[in-house]
């Protein structure tokens, strides 16, 4: 009997794997050169300082080494990706006006379903642009901006936009940051003014259709003293055989006594190498919180970062990360502690099955000055076969005497007891490890809006053969 | 005086950001032109927890090299370093069926200045049990590097314990390939970093035997400007099933000026396995420091107290009480800040 284990099905990736033809208005050519930049900051119609400063993103992008750690980029030839695809469309403030076969992917995803009944705020992009924008009157009354970065370029934050832009992630940061410095279009900018509550999250979907493209968003959240905002993000893209990429960016300022949820659920199909960079700064008892699941795309590289520069201020992190076959998932998160009595909390959990890798990466930095730094990390992986592989790689660095920095990792499989114990109780074996796996991955499902849960259900849905829980 | 060499020691099993400087360590060592020892053919490919770096430039400077053979059945007692102190050494250990021995060496504080180079490498056959110590609390002008590698057999069980305390930087390593059913390997590590003293560690485990065990355990106290990185990395190879590895670090931090880093790895592609690692790094506890001052203790003796109880269960491994007295008594000298 214990031979024969039930299989265990991977995230159900068919509900995203459909795609429509491009019919682009604008394409670069494949590869990247300093015209081709020219031309995305021209058609983009950018001020001068981005103009310049995509062209000095480029000049870095040209001399940085792709990173010598990691799973294999050999796959991702910069020379065969579209670096901006903008869809044959302007953005609309209305669901009907977005032309069908992109309203019809949305649809399909079920974005403006979600936004009916329980978001504040939609943003949709669709390849390079964002092609639906809109934000509930109640919660723009209140003040809070939720646009696209384009419009933010030129509107009236634009002063602000050209102060934060790629501050937190400068594009010396890696290679990909370089790339995304100079290729990047669409992507979202939050403001939230001070002592603003946003009771309802704000949504932004980014859905990659073009074959062999790049996405590279830009997000932009700022949360003034005393506010509080959640944002959520999710990401898909249909099976094409060629690669993808995807070098978003994202930078986010807590400020003081203000707190920001940001969740996100990455389910890109499996040619896409995810190379994304985020990072927050959290200054005086703010409070940061990231709800991350990657289950899609072939290869990522994506470690949130927090920058705990106030005194007193705080991060929580809770991860999910499933890999199955052809994928290797390099995932984790990253912390500074420079602020007096400062704590950090992370806590992932990660599966592999069916020959897929997973590996958990993290840095914690408890700088001189972060005197009573606490902070706990606390990883468990699980096998689910031995084809699989799991790793973990966590680093501390911790540069003052009065500080607490904790860390445990687990891995192994399902334990025999477990198994018997539930069985004992009545469970069948498969309906026991279902049972097991999903505990397993309860801890993030549960930081998730409720409203929220019927698309991270499709999105995780562990399909358990023979299983009826 | 030889040419100054940097050489890449400590390597990490696998790579991570570069910023972090974790990957490997640079240890600078005086090269001086020497004869290649000769080494048996069968300890030639076991990986050291230094790395091959290290290995090569031991092999061509050891003024001493000695093989120790334990035949089946026997039990060789305590093996004392005879050469102990001296630049470079190599220590070669084949332990035969069912036998049993333990070496020890330890560097003394007599040794002020200059670099020292230990390896030690074992073939530990079905059933032995091997023991190895390599201790040291040499001057603040020494550099230390202490290496060691092992292939451990079926049911097989090898000890290290690594005591360093002295020098100006100490690097040390170790290593163990658990080819056989129920290999055991056991590694013990105590370091004291005070002044501006560096300490770099690397372990590994390779788990390829069924059913084989680990457990890795370092306790240490960084005072000073010490600057102090540990990696202990525990691999889980296809086919590894039912193995079982431990890993935990405490480390007990007295300086605002101190630097500690640490990065405690799994590797794992097996599933039929349990792996955990912890780390607990800080101040001590301050109810601890409260509760022992109210017996009545000074600040001081209360942290003596807190890091010899740390470091005793290793120290009591030592088998020559003159070192033990010798290693307690520099503690205390060092620790004694009033």
Not at chain 1, 62 to 72: I, L, S
Not at chain 1, 236 to 252: Q, T
Not at chain 2, 56 to 72: L, N
């Amino acid at each position: 009997m214990a031979e024969e284990r039930p299989e265990i099905q991977g995230v159900n990736q068919s509900i995203y794997d459909f795609r429509y033809e491009t019919h682009a208005s604008f394409e670069t050519d494949a590869g990247l050169t300093p015209e081709i930049v020219e031309q995305i900051s021209k058609e983009k119609n950018d001020p001068d300082w981005m103009r310049e400063f995509r062209l000095k993103s480029l000049e870095i992008y040209q001399k940085t080494a792709v990173p010598n750690w990691g799973p294999p980029l050999d796959g991702l030839n910069m020379d065969q990706i579209i670096t901006y695809v903008r869809p044959n469309t302007t953005m609309r403030g209305k669901w009907s006006e977005v032309p069908d076969d992109i309203k019809n992917t949305f649809e399909r995803l079920g974005i403006p379903d979600a936004e009916q009944k329980s978001l504040a705020g939609v943003g949709a992009q669709y390849d390079s642009e964002v092609v639906y924008h809109n934000v509930k009157d109640e919660v723009a009354r209140q003040g809070v901006v939720y646009t696209d970065m384009e419009s933010a370029l030129r509107g009236p934050y634009a002063d602000l936009v050209k102060e934060k832009f790629m501050h937190l992630v400068p594009p010396t940061d890696h290679k990909f940051a370089a790339l995304h410095g100079a290729v990047w279009s669409g992507g979202s900018f939050v403001y939230v003014p001070a002592g603003v509550h946003v009771d309802i999250p704000l949504q932004s979907y980014f859905r990659l259709n073009a074959a062999g493209a790049g996405q590279f968003e830009h997000t932009l959240i700022i949360v003034e003293p005393g506010a509080y905002l959640h944002f959520i993000e999710g990401c898909s893209a249909p099976k094409y055989n060629v690669a993808n990429l995807h070098a978003g960016c994202v930078e986010l300022y807590v400020g003081k006594g203000a707190r920001l949820r940001y969740s996100t659920i990455e389910n890109w199909s499996k040619n896409m190498y995810n190379l994304n960079t985020k990072r927050a700064l959290v200054e005086d008892d703010g409070i940061m919180e990231w709800v991350s699941g990657s289950f899609g795309s072939h290869i990522s590289y994506l470690y949130p970062m927090t920058i705990l520069q106030g005194n007193d201020s705080h991060m929580d992190f809770t991860g999910i990360t499933f890999a199955g076959k052809t994928q290797a998932l390099d995932t984790g998160a990253k912390v500074v502690h420079n602020g007096r009595n400062t704590s950090s909390h992370i806590s992932t959990k990660s599966i592999s099955k069916d020959g897929g890798v997973c590996v958990y990466r993290s840095e914690v930095i408890i700088g001189k000055d972060a005197v009573g730094a606490k902070s706990s990390v606390n990883c468990d992986s699980l096998m689910l076969d031995s084809k699989s592989r799991s790793d973990t790689i966590p680093a501390m660095d911790v540069r003052n005497a009065d500080s607490d920095v904790g860390h445990e990792a687990k891995i192994g499989r399902i334990s025999d007891e477990a198994i018997f114990y539930l069985m004992s109780r009545g469970l069948s074996e498969e309906d026991a490890r279902a049972m097991i796996v999903s505990g397993f991955a309860e801890p993030v499902a549960k930081e998730l809006p409720l409203e929220y849960a019927v698309e991270m259900n499709n999105l995780i849905k562990l399909e358990m053969d023979g299983s009826t829980f | 005086m030889g040419e100054q060499n940097i050489l890449k020691v400590n390597p990490l099993p696998t790579l991570t950001w570069n910023h972090l400087m974790l990957n490997f360590a640079n240890m600078p060592l005086e090269a001086a032109s020497s004869k290649k020892a000769d080494i048996p053919s069968e300890f030639k490919d076991i990986e050291t927890g230094m790395g091959r770096e290290f290995v090569s430039f031991v092999e061509s400077h050891a003024s001493y090299v000695r093989i120790i053979r334990a035949g089946k059945g026997e039990d060789l007692g305590v093996i004392k370093d005879e050469k102990a102190g001296i630049a470079s050494e190599i220590i070669l250990i084949e332990a035969g069926e069912d036998s049993r021995v333990t070496f020890y060496t330890h560097a003394s504080d007599s040794v002020q200045d200059g670099q020292i180079t230990r390896l030690v490498k074992v073939i530990a056959g079905p059933r032995a049990q091997v023991t190895v110590i390599q201790s040291q609390t040499v001057g603040n002008g020494c550099l230390v590097g202490d290496d060691f590698g092992a292939v451990v057999g079926d049911e097989a069980k090898v000890r290290l314990i690594q005591s360093e305390l002295g020098g100006k930087a100490a690097f040390a390593g170790g290593c163990a390939a658990l080819k056989g059913y129920k290999a055991d390997f056991t590694e013990e590590t105590i370091y004291f970093g005070d002044e501006s003293r560096r300490l770099d560690f690397s372990y590994v485990t390779r788990h390829t035997g069924k059913k084989t065990t680990t457990s890795i355990l370092a306790n240490g106290a960084l005072f000073g400007n010490a600057d102090k990185v540990y990696r202990g990395s525990m691999d889980f190879i296809h086919g590894c099933s039912k193995s079982k590895g431990r890993e935990a670090e405490n480390v007990l931090l007295f300086s605002p000026t101190a630097r500690n880093r640490s990065i405690p790895l799994i590797l794992c592609d097996e599933e039929d396995v349990d792996g955990q690692h912890a780390a607990s790094i800080g101040k001590i506890n301050k109810d601890l420091m409260y509760y022992l001052q109210s017996r009545g203790l000074t600040e001081n003796q209360a942290r003596q107290l807190a890091v010899e109880s740390r470091f005793n269960p290793v120290i009591d491994e030592i088998p020559d009480e003159a070192v033990r007295e010798e290693i307690h008594a520099s503690l205390e000298r060092r620790m004694n800040l009033d």
